[in-house]
Structures are given as C-alpha cells and as structure tokens.
C-alpha cells in the first residue's frame, strides 16, 4: 500500500534533483526543466498532504502553481531563443547581459 510516506519521499527526491539541476547546470534549457521538476515536486507535495488531510485547498494551490509554471516556461523559452538568436550560445556563463 502506497501512504503519504512515500509521495514525500518521492517530492524530496524530485526537489532535490530539480535544485541541483537549477544550481549546476549551465544550460539555459536545462535549468527551466529543472525549475519545471522543482514545481512537480512542490505540486506532488501539495496534493499528497491535502488528501492526507481530506481538504481540497492543497489541489487549489497545486492548480496555481501549474499555472505560474506554465507562464514561466512560455516566458522563460521566449527569452532563451531570443537570446540565442543574439548570441548563439545557451550556457548561463555567457549571458552577462541579463545582470543588473
């Protein structure tokens, strides 16, 4: 039987593959499925403890998080091929030109 134990479990090990996804690699792309994968784990938890605790507010949340994720996919890849387009490269090393 699968119990709440193991949806955590599971939410911590996507978390942590996503944060160190977003904090090692160097590749643009990479890094905004890794972001993707720390809302899924986010999401997962949500829904997990919200049946756990028989209310439906952790499915409203996960709902806007999903929506937040796919907003930032939208802009997020818009900005990446628009600088590709610029400057040819997708690694985070190269583009200075997103700081301040």
Request: no cysteine; hydrophobic share 60%.
């Amino acid at each position: 039987m699968i119990t709440i134990h193991h949806y955590l479990v599971l939410s911590a090990i996507l978390f942590t593959l996503g944060l160190l996804g977003v904090v090692i690699r160097k590749n643009l792309l990479i890094v905004l499925m890794s972001l993707e994968v720390l809302m899924n784990a986010i999401n997962l938890l949500l829904i997990a403890i919200s049946r756990y605790l028989g209310k439906m507010d952790g499915h409203v949340v996960a709902f806007f998080v999903m929506t937040i994720a796919a907003g930032e996919a939208a802009i997020g890849l818009a900005i990446v091929v628009t600088l590709f387009k610029n400057r040819r490269t997708i690694k985070t090393t190269d583009w200075r030109i997103m700081e301040g």
